[in-house]
């Protein structure tokens, strides 16, 4: 499903990674930095946001400062021929911001299901995760949830210049 | 943690509204702040102010990585106390190190550095493991997705 971008739309990544530029016509600016319309820097936008290279355009916040300061990674043992439809289940339930079907790394870790939910304390998070396992009920085998206490780099996704 | 930084109400309904969506026109914040009640001028203020005191960490469009023809792994390290600072400073040293976290396990699992690689070539993956494992003395556990069920960044302002 890959799709490899042309030169202007690396450029274009690479000019907007850091973000947009905060001036009431931001696509006119980024076009006088790379030499080409506007109209073209707008086109580019909107065809890599229909193909899935751009996800979304907006504010991304720190979880901490709105609120969000308990932050578990929940994970589960669930049956290889189940996690499908289990997977699908858990990532409908609102307070789950992540879920995906990850390999277990035998012996030191049997979990295939990752499930990341967001909280206002540690002990809402934790009813969260009960609430998960009433969902898989005996599909679950073992679970655990991993808090986050120290965020120790966070710079977003890069590419190279 | 960081401390709790003062925003109001017209800084939340900003975060809610604005957290995908951003128009694509000739002068998008101005149809935002439409949107807000507010002007122009005074939605430029509040997000520059808002990612100034970090209460954003980004403005702009959220790529995603594989679209790209690039790769995204989460790894995973188990790290002695003793060689925290050390590893940590090789991990946050490398530029593929999109993000790193300190976790702890509710049942003692013993991975306690979670981070994750963004590269732009599959090679580029392996490349930063090895490196990561040949630098820290460690063993390194990927976690690649094998498929993604949900992903919705989207939080609503705690009130």
């Given amino acids: 499903m890959s799709r490899r971008l042309d030169d202007i739309d690396r450029r274009l990544v690479l000019a907007t990674q850091d973000g947009l530029p905060l001036v009431p016509r931001p696509y006119h600016q980024l076009a006088a930095q790379l030499g080409i319309a506007p109209s073209e820097v707008m086109e580019r936008l909107l065809r890599m946001l229909a193909g899935g290279v751009i996800r979304r355009i907006g504010a991304v916040p720190n979880h901490y400062a709105i609120g969000y300061t308990a932050n578990g990674m929940s994970v589960w043992d669930v049956p290889d021929e189940l996690i499908d439809e289990l997977g699908v289940r858990v990532g409908e339930l609102d307070f789950v911001t992540h879920c995906y079907h990850r390999p277990r790394r035998l012996p030191e870790w049997p979990y295939n299901l990752f499930a990341m939910v967001h909280g206002g304390s540690r002990a809402e998070v934790l009813h969260q995760v009960d609430d998960i396992a009433r969902l898989l009920g005996a599909a679950s085998r073992a679970h655990d949830v991993l808090f986050s206490t120290e965020i120790l780099k966070k710079t977003g996704l890069r590419i190279g210049g | ?159």
């Fill in chain 2, 1 to 159: 943690m960081p401390e709790p930084v003062l925003i109001d109400e017209v800084d939340r309904a900003l975060i809610d509204h604005l957290q995908g969506g951003f128009p694509i026109c000739e002068e998008p914040y101005a149809e935002v702040a439409g949107w807000l009640g507010i002007d122009e001028a005074e939605l430029l203020e509040r997000l520059e102010r808002l990612l100034a005191t970090r209460v954003l960490t980004r403005f702009g469009p959220m790529f995603q990585v594989e679209q790209m023809g690039g790769a995204f792994v989460l790894a995973a390290m188990a790290v002695p106390e003793g060689d925290w600072r050390r590893v940590r400073a090789l991990v946050d040293s490398l530029p593929e190190v999109a993000h790193n976290y300190r976790r702890e396990s509710e049942r003692h699992t013993p991975f306690n550095m979670w981070f994750v690689l963004a590269t732009e070539s599959e090679e580029g993956i392996a490349a930063a493991l090895r490196r990561i494992e040949e630098g820290s003395g460690l063993p390194v556990f990927a976690f690649p997705k094998r498929r993604e069920y949900f992903v919705e960044m989207k939080l609503e302002v705690r009130r």
